[in-house]
């Protein structure tokens, strides 16, 4: 496993039109879902996007049928990725966090109405004392977005431990005035995950860190995932892909990805390879390669369930025809991780790049969502 520190804040990206390609890159795709087609597909929104590089995998009746990474680690060099090379996925992590929060519901260990009260104490919890953990995992419970940038800038690269500095970005969370009474409302909040994730961490007396290694990393056989920037800082030439925003972004910076401290909302990073045996788990409807269960189906069944704003607990999910569709996009701003999962037909597709602006999450979302109607779904 690859070992790094860093963070991110991880975005939730509105996803294009259906028919996007044909506007952005001037032509269909070709026909058939051959790997020539899907390709040629993936070659177009590389070329005319200005992605440094793309790694795109796709499921179709729970088979992988497509798997590629094109491009380079670092704009302006030759030096190519592969379906091993890490890259950021940003706000995916947050469905990690919902996974780990079920297991623990399975094993008597958390309870999805478990109040941030019942967890972390009345007097530490304040004004979100009855807030909820379903409520911090699906946006509902009233955390503002962000707390004041002064008290925000200063979790950048201090050195101490990330579960010590999360402890510290709780209290700060927990501190600031409620948007609105727990459930009222629907609001993105990266800060909402970091309280949730300190809940699930005093459930099971773990680190998320550990905990995601343990329960998903390991059992996954997602070897070359880890946290924070992928590549090393000051190897040369890179061990792994440099964020892009659109130039590259040196991973040395202290700002070249947010705090640790912010993990349970986003600071995972992992290759292709990594990714499909992870959205193995949810078309195996829980369990891994091996059939064992890692996570109940009823935990399952939770985690999809939309609240208010289609948003469940850690995807947005839409039902067009009736079918269950989960979708997600993760950033750091330096890089960019789309998902469309449709447990039901087993069919998946994940989309990663390394570059992270708007006109790149835009970017990747279209193919997202190009390449699952060209296998049909």
Known sequence: MRRRSGASVARFAPLAAALALLAACGSTPSAGTGTAATDSLLERYRARRGLPSVAAAVFVDGALVYEAARG???AGESVPVSVRDPYHIGSNTKAMSALLAGMLVDEGKLRWEATVADLLGPQ????????RLDELLSHTAGVPEMPPLAEWFGFFATGRPAGEERDRLVGVCLGLKPLWKPGAAFRYSNFGYVVAGRMIEVAAGKRWEELVRERLFAPLGMEDAGFGPPAGPGVEPPDAPWGHAPRPVDPALANADNPPALGPAGTVHAS???MERYLGLYLRAGTDAQGRRLVSEASLEEIYRPRLAGYALGWNVRTPGGVRRLEHAGSNTTFTC????VPSLGCAVVVMTNRGDAPARRAAADLARDLAGLHGF
Request: cysteine-free; charged content about 20%; glycine content about 6%.
């Open 72 to 74: 380079t680690r670092r």
């Open 272 to 274: 292709l390879r990594d």
């Open 338 to 341: 789309q998902l469309i999962v």
């Open 124 to 131: 530490a919890a304040g004004a979100y004392a009855s807030a």
